[in-house]
């Protein structure tokens, strides 16, 4: 494909959002995740444009695709629950009634947020934003990366990095979900302005990404695990009050699930001082990676 390496970039993982996008549309799971991940790196594009691009087309297109991410999002959660369910179902860590009717709660949210996600993902809405991408990734010149596009990248990158490590200080070192899942966010954001970065200095090192999306499966795990544990307690607030075999059963579950986050968020902590390095590194400077106190 013709241009600079950032508008081919940028078209490549157009085409892998609208690839998957029909199959997604349809219900597949993995086709939802891939089409919510191409949204994500396309996302992780865009800022890097603004050293050429028109500036108000670049932020209609970041919302159109900010919208695309969001409408995926909910649909994303639910199939990691559910498989998250069967996980814990296949390790016998509740009783199979416990599990069905969690199970059961969460299809039926997932049929709900699937005819949202629909509603929001029109033909005419991916064509529209398919038009205004290729409009905005025509290539100004063919070749090598423009300096201007390589200093934003890492502008973006250490924007991102500085955001990262904010979070981590503002986690501290106790288990607080609200904050960790912010830890994850920005790490996110973080893996995908590195993978950008990479892509137009044409290095061939893996060393921060593989670190950085550790991180993020960590905190994911972490945070599947607490989404989990919401829908249960919801479960849980539902059943008669009666019930107290299926209340209790319900709480083994909980408590499984509890037990998992607390083993991840001490692996978090032990890789937070090499994360926070990471952090300094991107940014050229140096960082206390000792946890700061939590109000």
């Known amino acids: 494909m013709s241009g600079s390496i950032l508008s081919v970039a940028l078209r490549e993982r157009l085409v892998s959002l ?20 191409a949204s994500r790196r396309l996302r992780g594009v865009l800022p890097v444009l603004g050293a050429r691009a028109d500036a108000d087309a670049l932020e209609r297109a970041h919302r159109q695709v900010r919208r695309i991410t969001r409408a995926l999002g909910p649909v994303r959660e639910l199939d990691v629950t559910l498989a998250l369910l069967s996980e814990y179902e296949q390790r016998g860590a509740a009783a199979h009634k416990a599990i069905a009717r969690v199970r059961q709660a969460l299809m039926h949210e997932r049929s709900t947020r699937r005819h949202a996600m629909l509603s929001d993902l029109t033909p005419s809405r991916l064509d529209k934003l398919r038009r205004r991408l290729v409009n ?9 990366p423009r300096a201007g596009e390589v200093s934003e990248a890492a502008r973006q990158a250490a924007a991102r990095a500085r955001d990262l490590r904010t979070a981590m200080d503002h986690a501290g070192g106790m288990y607080l979900p609200d904050r960790l899942h912010r830890v994850r966010v920005a790490a996110k954001k973080l893996r995908y302005a590195l993978e950008i ?11 921060r990404l ?11 795990r972490m945070h ?12 849980q607030a539902a059943v008669a009050a009666s019930d107290r075999k299926g209340t209790a059963d319900l709480e083994v579950l909980v408590h499984a699930l509890e037990r998992e986050c607390r083993a991840d968020h001490a692996a978090y ?4 001082p ?13 960082h206390d990676s000792r946890p700061t106190a939590v109000a």
């Not at 902590?269 to 937070?272: A, L, Q, S």
């Open 274 to 286: 090499a994360i926070l390095t990471l952090c300094a590194d991107v940014m050229g400077t140096t």
């Open 210 to 220: 593989n670190k950085v999306k550790a991180l993020q499966d960590g905190l994911g």
């Open 18 to 37: 609208l690839n998957a996008m029909p199959a997604a549309q349809a219900g597949d799971e993995t086709s939802v995740h891939q089409a919510r991940v």
């Open 224 to 235: 599947d695990l607490e989404v989990l544990i919401e829908h249960t307690r919801n479960v």
């Open 269 to 272: 902590m032990r890789e937070r």
């Open 136 to 144: 905005v990734a025509a290539p100004k010149a063919p070749g090598h």
């Open 197 to 207: 970065q990479r892509e137009l200095t044409r290095s061939r090192s893996l060393a």
